[in-house]
Every structure is written in C-alpha cells, then in structure tokens.
C-alpha cells in the first residue's frame, strides 16, 4: 500500500517554482490501479487505495492551497487562491506553470485581473465587462500524453461564452467561443471530456460538439462535430422506477458524457433520490446508429445495459479495461459525483463504484467518517 507525505510551502510567493510542491511516496503505486484523492473538511488532501479503505494517508497540508479541477494519470490540473493554474505529479515534486488566465487570446473575449484572487472577462467590441470569477467558479480538463511529450488543458467558468485552452510549448491561451459563431444546436457547456486532442462538449441542446485541437493554425482548432438534424432524447424511466422516483423524490440529478476507447460518446444520466440516507440511479445511453440517415425522425437514445470488459470512470469521462490485478471492475461506473463541470444542481460527494449488470451499488462506508468535500477517482500511469 502507498504511502504519501506532500509538503507545500506557501510562506514566501518568491519560492522557485520547482520548490514549491514537494512530494514522497513509497512506493509507487501499480500503474493503472484506482485510487482516491479525497479533500476533507480539516485535513487537506488524503489518498485512498479503496481495495483497503481502513488505510488513508495524509498529506500534511500540500495541497491545501489548491483546488484540482480534473487529472490525467499521475497529473492534476489545479488552481491556486489566486488563480493561476498548473499541471503537478502528485507522487513526486514536479509541478508545470501554466500561463496566466489573462493571457488569453481571441477574437471576442480578453480577461483582465481584479485584486489578487479575482478575474473577469470583457468583450472587445465594446469593453462591456462580465461580474468578476472566483476560483470556485472555474472548471477544467487535463489530458497528459506518455511521457509529457505533450499536454492539452482546457478551462472556462461557467456561464460564460468561451473556454481557453493551450498545449505544451505555449505561452497563451486560446479562445473557444461557445455561442458567437457556432451552430445554435452546439451552443453552451454542460459537460465536456478531453480525450488526447479530442474535445467533446454537451451542449445546452444535448448535441455532441467535438473538437480536434491538434491544429498548428493561429487558433489550432477545427470542428469536426458530426451533423446531427435532431437533439438527443432519453427514453422515459420504467415505471417501477418512477414509481421509485415519486416516493423518493429526486433531491439532485446531473447529465455526463463519456467517451469509450474505441471513441463512442455515451451520455450518463445519474439521479439522488431521498435526502437522509442517499439512493442513486444511473443510466448509460448512446445514439441509435440509424440516427445518422437524414430521412429518420426518430432520435430516442438507446439504453447501453452493458460496458462489456470495461469500466466507466466518470470524473475522467472515459473508459478503461477491466483488470482484476489492478482492482477495476468490468462493466461498472466508478463515481464521486454528477456536477464536475456544471454546479446549476448542486451535489454532495458520493464515493461509489455503479454495477450495471447487477444495479448495484458498493460504497466505501469507512470514508464518510472523514467528512469529505470532494474526491476525484484517478489512474495513475
């Protein structure tokens, strides 16, 4: 079993940048094997291997200045009080700076600093200028290739009309405009995954926008969405499960996409009933293929009862093959939570691994005694 011991000094803002995270563990986890990292209401951050969950390790008070947005591998995107972003191992005291929000460019939007620990974006047509961002209002992506040959980081806050992004090498960020310019069906955010160079985005209409940021242009991305005429619409729940719903009542739900190894992109519809003792129902759809014939007018989603040798971690938005050896589960959603990217539903931490064969839940009873904020699964590569 790991063991972490992560020192972060805060004290002087003159600290080199290579000293300011530092970080221990022995030893190294299996690559590929789940872990938690768990933030707590008086501890900071813990990391947890669920296949023995009696045993959390602190981690001082590293990574209390941060606040992780999303990770990739042993990577984590973070933001700091401030709101400046890096890219750091959590197993070692490698940490990447990555440019300031304020250097964004684009064609609509600049971002200019208010105080130390404030932003707020304006238009260039006519200087008018949105309320000002906290840190808490900022979400983003991560993806890290092998061996840090190259990364991709994308970040908005939320109701806002653009996202930034950049990959290794640059000293800005781009603009990604979400509304002026775009096709009125893939308008808006409400959930988004990056996969290598792939971005793909729920939009408010609940069309699938995908993004090829490989690009070298001036703004390096080209839209290859595909051209769906109609929304995606989810079939009706069944009816012992409304009935469920009419006594439980839903108390929060959340709607997330997912991509599949082989680039299929899934919806994941989850639901809290009750509000003292929490019951949660997932469902997993994708497209019929038949959608794509122009003459169809039929486009309900189809219910995906299985993942097959796979398992769903939902915080990456993606899926990975079940190994025993490394403690994932096939055909099952690993969870934290259904509002990582878009908090219009608030939700509270529920740690949890979702087996759709079986509909059952398995919760990690020994973590609820930590009074949990936020946990995100990861994969250590």
């Not at 008018?128 to 061996?147: A, C, K, M, Q, Y």
Request: aromatic fraction near 8%; proline fraction near 5%; hydrophobic fraction near 35%.
């Amino acid at each position: 079993m790991e063991r972490s011991t992560l020192k972060r000094q805060l004290s002087s803002p003159d600290l080199e940048p290579a000293k300011a995270l530092r970080s221990t563990l022995i030893p190294q986890p299996k690559a590929g094997s789940p872990l938690l990292i768990l933030s707590t209401e008086k501890d900071g951050y813990r990391l947890c291997n669920p296949a023995d969950e009696r045993v959390v390790y602190e981690t001082k008070s590293d990574l209390s200045g941060y606040r992780l947005l999303g990770s990739s591998g042993k990577w984590f995107l973070v933001v700091d009080s401030q709101l400046k972003l890096y890219i750091v191992d959590v197993f070692s005291d490698e940490r990447i700076d990555l440019p300031p929000l304020e250097s964004l460019k684009g064609s609509l939007y600049k971002i200019e600093r208010v105080g130390e620990n404030k932003v707020r974006n304006k238009l260039f047509s006519d200087l008018s200028r949105g309320d000002p961002h906290t840190v808490e209002d900022l979400r983003g992506r991560l993806w890290v290739g092998d061996n840090k040959e190259d990364y991709v980081v994308v970040w908005h806050f939320e109701m806002n009309d653009f996202l930034g992004f950049c990959k290794k090498g640059d000293d800005h960020y781009r603009e990604i405009l979400t509304r002026t310019g775009v096709r009125r069906e893939l308008r808006g955010v409400k959930d988004m995954v990056l996969k290598g160079y792939s971005l793909y985005v729920l939009a408010i209409r609940d069309f699938i926008r995908h993004l090829d940021l490989s690009g070298h242009g001036e703004d390096g991305i080209k839209d290859v969405s595909e051209n769906h005429k109609l929304p995606m619409w989810m079939p009706s729940l069944s009816v012992d499960e409304q009935v469920r719903v009419d006594i439980d009542k839903i108390s929060s739900s959340s709607e997330s996409i997912a991509v599949t190894r082989s680039g299929q992109v899934l919806v994941v519809c989850s639901y809290e009933l009750g509000n003292s003792e929490v019951h949660r129902m997932f469902h997993v759809y994708k497209r019929d293929p038949k959608d794509l014939d122009p003459k169809t007018y039929l486009t309900q989603l189809l219910e995906v009862h299985s993942l097959g040798d796979e398992a769903l971690f939902l915080d990456l938005g993606t899926t990975v093959p079940a190994d025993h050896t490394r403690g994932i589960e096939p055909n099952s959603i690993y969870f934290t939570r259904g509002d990582r990217i878009r908090h219009r539903n608030p939700s509270r931490p529920d740690i949890c691994v979702f087996n759709l064969t079986t509909k059952t839940i398995k919760r990690f009873l020994t973590l609820s005694n930590l009074n949990v904020k936020d946990a995100q699964w990861f994969l250590p590569s």
